[in-house]
């Protein structure tokens, strides 16, 4: 079982809906982040997030440290938020090696219909 | 501000031969690492720089990988000999030291051992 865990792995929403990607982990983390990926693109940092919530125009992060999950929100979806959203985790202490690197979740699969 | 570059972004190679990616931090960022992203699976960390010294190489798969960043800005990982299970997209990304920031990746390299 990976350390990070994301749900759904895809997900196909109409324009306009109100959209929510889960994120679980299992290690004591300092930070967790909110990347995306368009097709053939690179990763964009998007947030992170040590505690509480960040919005961003149409986006909200939250995390609850003591349940050790994060969610993602996308108010007002548009075609071009289709991508795949990654959630990561900087390790804490024994969990996270260097301290520096990240821990992946394997990615929710975004696709936004006009 | 340039952004993290990577290239080339894309390299088609035969098993057994030898390729060589790079990566241009984003200048003045001190922390630099590799990652790895196989098809099907989650991204995986490869190794961390700190200035020129490898922080952490704990995730690099054996010996046919070596990664330099002489004189502490660009980074090399070269594998040598190549094979096929090495295919995958290879991403950098960097950053500054402190807990608050952020990290930028690049584009990525997308490796094709044939």
């Known amino acids: 079982k990976n350390e990070v865990e994301q749900s759904p792995q895809n997900l196909t929403a109409q324009e306009g809906e109100f959209i929510t990607i889960n994120c679980s982990y299992s290690?004591?983390?300092?930070?967790l982040h909110w990347l995306q990926q368009h097709p053939g693109g690179g990763i964009v940092s998007l947030f992170m997030?040590?505690?509480g919530k960040k919005k961003h125009g149409r986006l909200i992060a939250t995390i609850n440290i003591q349940e050790k999950h994060s969610s993602l929100h996308i108010t007002a979806s548009h075609p071009r938020d289709s991508a795949v959203y990654i959630c990561?985790?900087?390790?804490?202490?024994?969990?996270?090696?260097?301290?520096?690197?990240?821990?992946f979740g394997k990615g929710t699969k975004l696709s936004v219909k006009p | 501000e340039a952004g993290v570059t990577q290239f080339p972004s894309h390299s088609v190679i035969e098993k057994g031969q030898t390729v060589t990616l790079r990566c241009d931090p984003i200048?003045?960022?001190?922390?630099l690492y590799w990652y790895r992203r196989v098809m099907g699976k989650e991204i995986k960390f490869l190794l961390h720089f700190v200035k020129e010294s490898k922080q952490d190489e704990s995730g690099m798969p054996n010996n046919r990988f070596l990664a330099e960043r002489t004189g502490g800005t660009y980074s090399t990982l070269k594998v040598q000999p190549a094979e096929l299970e090495d295919s995958g997209v290879y991403f950098c990304a960097s950053r500054q030291t402190g807990g608050s920031y952020g990290y930028t990746f690049g584009s990525g390299t997308r490796l094709t051992v044939v």
């Open positions: 290690v004591g983390i300092s930070a």
């Open positions: 200048s003045g960022h001190d922390n």
């Open positions: 990561a985790v900087n390790g804490w202490g024994d969990y996270g090696g260097s301290q520096g690197n990240l821990i």
């Open positions: 997030l040590s505690s």
